[in-house]
């Protein structure tokens, strides 16, 4: 569905990206692992079009208006249009009119803020409007960085629930370990600008490991596809 190819990216004299490269397949759900600074925001941005790569490209048929949803890691809302303007704003810029964001809005738990302001809710609220924004037009393939930051436990619940229940290929930057065995099949792990290792739960988890135990090593000791997939 999506081909990333040879991404490189500096700012000013650091590199952050020295070619990242990797293929996104139908249904796949994929946890994007990395420390602090790996450059997995800086990837998203560049697959997003937000920002440029130095060297590479993106190569899609999708059309990102409206078979693509991107919840970045800072909320981009406004703050003075109620949750159903902002709603309704979005809607029209994928070029959608449907009733589907009823489905959704209900679904993260935002139903009775409709009329409230956006700059009235709460930094977890604003985050699961910021994630309604992302997927509301039910897209295709949707890209979402650290979406649980800031969300109360009943929201992270729900919030896991619902991607269960979904069916939308997805790319998630996530440091909630207690759920990627649970919901993830592939995992990518950028680090000091590369991807280390990009291999399925299943692998791991037939190499005796969970995910974070395969993490952890693999960002201490290198590349370790190889030996998940020797056993
Ligand atoms: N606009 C920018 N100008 C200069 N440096 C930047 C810019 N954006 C990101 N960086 C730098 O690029 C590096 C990667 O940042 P990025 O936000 O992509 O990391 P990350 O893996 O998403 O980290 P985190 O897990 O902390 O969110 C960091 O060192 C950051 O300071």
Redesign the pocket.
Known sequence: MLKVKNIH?D??N?K??KGVSFNIEKNDNIALL????????????IISGE?KSDIGYIETSLDFRSEVGIMP?DDILIGDLTVSEIISLKLSMCGENNNNYKYWIKKVGLEKYSNSFVESLSGGQKRRLSLLMSILNSPKMIFL??PTTGMDLAAVDNFWGLMKKSDFTSVI?T?DFNQIDNFFDRILI?NEGLIISDTTVAKIHNSGKNVEEFYRQAVQGGNLNDKVNSN
Do not use: M, P, Y
């Open positions: 990216k700012f000013k650091s952050v990206l990395g420390s602090n600074g790996a450059g997995k925001s800086t990837l998203i941005k920002i890691q960085d650290e930057i440091h950028l």
